[in-house]
């Protein structure tokens, strides 16, 4: 990168599923719902707001949502209308910028350091997307202004729903300090544990520990961990990011002991990942297979082939040959997946860490 300075936006659509469903449903507004399977292997996707005050979080199973929100309503997802909002606001970011990392379809990054908009304030630019948004979807985002991707997601979490927040430079340091060291993305629930027991709780006492002491407990994130909490992070928008892998899982509505049971649902499987494929558009040489007991141990079967994974026959005769390598006679099974890797010409870029004001 030259010498201008980054201004880096992150946009995250408030409860994106659930708000596309109180959109199109105006019954369910004001409502809590949930959108995912009902049944006793489902699975929250995503909650309304009025059902996140009950605790009722995404990735929680449905009884547990029940049980936290007993007049929770369920309702069955849209993918296709999920995807088409999406689709309409990435046309609203590239209206902006061409700089743009979705990490999803209800969250992305912007570079807008230079934009098309010529506007030089990247917090104006935020009112202005996310009210374009609202104009043409009828959904609210959230959205966080800094001069890096880790501070620019912090920010957007910060005011939700509806809300923007901004990270200056000179403002960073007190932001870091005082924040619990469980909001610092890429600390999860074991590595805030293993933080609290060395006495690092907030982002103060986490700066206190040197780049060795960090590296000696957590191995090489802890240098991640070191420039983080200084403010630094030298991760470039890329735009059209690249996958790293492109995967399907399916969690079964009953056990399944048997592999003709078992080879049905990978049949599903393997539709929908060739549907993921078509849309990604790479060439991938390594095929997983992952399967779940009924104990939740995991067990994965991988090959890497010469040819890509890319044709229906191919992955069929693969997927079905590490069935048979996974399975064990007398196991019963939960779930089973399917993850292309291993994509051609892979790869990742550098940049310098900036300076500027928002």
């Known amino acids: 990168m030259s010498n201008q300075y980054r201004k880096i936006i992150h946009v995250d659509m408030d409860a994106f599923y659930a708000s596309v469903e109180q959109r199109d449903h105006p019954e369910l507004r004001g409502k809590p719902i949930a959108v995912g399977g009902s049944g006793g292997r489902g699975v929250v996707m995503t909650a309304s707001y009025e059902a996140r005050k009950f605790g009722v979080r995404s990735a929680m199973p449905a009884h547990m949502a029940r049980e936290r929100c007993p007049d929770i309503i ?29 990490l999803s379809l209800d969250e992305a990054y912007l570079d807008v ?85 060395i006495g690092v709780v907030d982002g103060k006492t986490l700066k206190e520990k040197s780049l060795e002491t960090l590296v000696d407990r957590f191995g090489k994130v802890g240098r991640y961990y070191y420039h983080i909490v200084r403010g630094i992070d030298d991760r470039e928008v890329t735009a059209d990011r690249i996958r790293k892998s492109v995967g399907v899982e399916r969690t079964f509505s009953g056990n ?60 069929e005769d693969t997927a079905y040959a590490l069935m048979k390598m996974a399975v064990s006679e007398g196991v019963s099974y939960r779930l089973i997946g399917l993850k292309v890797s291993n994509f051609k010409d892979e790869g990742n870029e550098g940049y310098i860490q900036p300076e500027l004001a928002l």
Do not use: C
């Open 74 to 102: 369920f309702v069955k997802s849209r993918m296709d209308m999920y995807r088409e909002a999406s689709d309409r606001i990435r046309e609203i970011f590239l209206s902006y910028t061409d700089k743009v990392e979705p």
């Open 113 to 197: 350091t230079t934009n098309k908009r010529d506007e030089p304030y990247a917090s104006e630019l935020a009112k202005r997307i996310r009210q374009d948004i609202y104009d043409e979807t009828g959904l609210t985002a959230s959205a966080g202004v800094s001069y890096n991707k880790f501070l620019a997601k912090l920010a957007s979490d910060y005011n939700k729903p509806n809300g923007q927040t901004v990270i200056r430079p000179d403002q960073a340091q007190d932001f870091l300090d005082v924040l619990p060291i469980e909001k610092f993305h890429g600390v999860g629930k074991v590595t805030s544990q293993k933080m609290r027991h």
């Open 256 to 315: 399944i002991a048997d592999i003709s049971g078992l080879k049905e649902e990978l049949d599903n499987v393997i539709e929908r990942l060739l549907y993921r494929l078509k849309n990604v558009d790479r060439e991938g040489f390594t095929l997983t297979l992952k399967l779940k007991t009924t104990g939740f141990e995991i067990i994965n079967r991988s090959i890497t082939a010469e040819s890509s994974f890319r044709h229906k026959a191919f992955i």
